[in-house]
Nanobody, 114 residues
Framework: QVQLVESGGGLVQPGGSLRLSCAAS????????MGWYRQAPGKQRERVAE???????NYVDSVKGRFTISRDNAKNAVYLQMNNLKPEDTAVYYC????????WGQGTQVTVSS
């Protein structure tokens, strides 16, 4: 059974930083493109970053230069370093595959507010 567990969210002031973590179990992690997604209240879920098994990355324009996705295939983990956070980054953040989706985890809440 596939399980994705996100952590690391919290309340941060604008301009602050957070590092999100996602632990995956039940999959051969190193074979999959993994992504970080977010869903803000009243909005559709969007993918903000992705990383290939070899570590290549891609980002949505709104987070380029501020967010960095990374992965540790040995630990079945993917991370999202978020810097210079803005109020519009407020959302529940999830990790999941990109070409193949797994059961969504509970997500981790990120709130950017002064």
């Amino acid at each position: 059974q596939v399980q994705l567990v996100e952590s690391g969210g919290g309340l941060v002031q604008p301009g602050g930083s957070l590092r999100l973590s996602c632990a995956a179990s039940g999959i051969v992690f190193r074979y999959h493109i993994m992504g970080w997604y977010r869903q803000a209240p009243g909005k559709q879920r969007e993918r903000v970053a992705e990383t290939t098994p070899s570590g290549n990355t891609n980002y949505v324009d709104s987070v380029k230069g501020r967010f960095t996705i990374s992965r540790d295939n040995a630990k079945n983990a993917v991370y999202l370093q978020m810097n210079n956070l803005k109020p519009e980054d407020t959302a529940v953040y999830y990790c999941n595959g990109v070409n193949l989706f797994f059961t969504w985890g509970q997500g981790t809440q990120v709130t950017v507010s002064s």
